[in-house]
């Protein structure tokens, strides 16, 4: 009988840049949420790749790290 399996993270771009930045500005997803007025849940989700920010929640998660939408890769 062999163990759980293990999860497979889901990322995106995208969904790495703001994990990257989160963690070079040393957030915890609660400060984020705290800070950006955005659910925890919602931003992992951003994280994973598993769902898309609109652009003006991006815009509050990004403005907590010290960034514009604009360093975002075309």
Do not use: F, H, N
Request: hydrophobic share 35%; proline share 5%; net charge positive.
């Amino acid at each position: 009988m062999s163990g759980p399996r293990p999860i497979k993270k889901r990322t995106t771009r995208l969904g790495q840049i703001l994990t990257d930045l989160r963690v070079e500005a040393r957030k915890t997803l609660s400060d984020v949420e705290s800070e950006a007025r955005v659910s925890a849940t919602l931003i992992s989700g951003y994280e994973l790749g598993t769902i898309s920010p609109r652009l003006e929640t991006l815009t509050r998660v990004l403005d907590v790290y010290g960034y514009e939408v604009e360093i975002l890769p075309k």
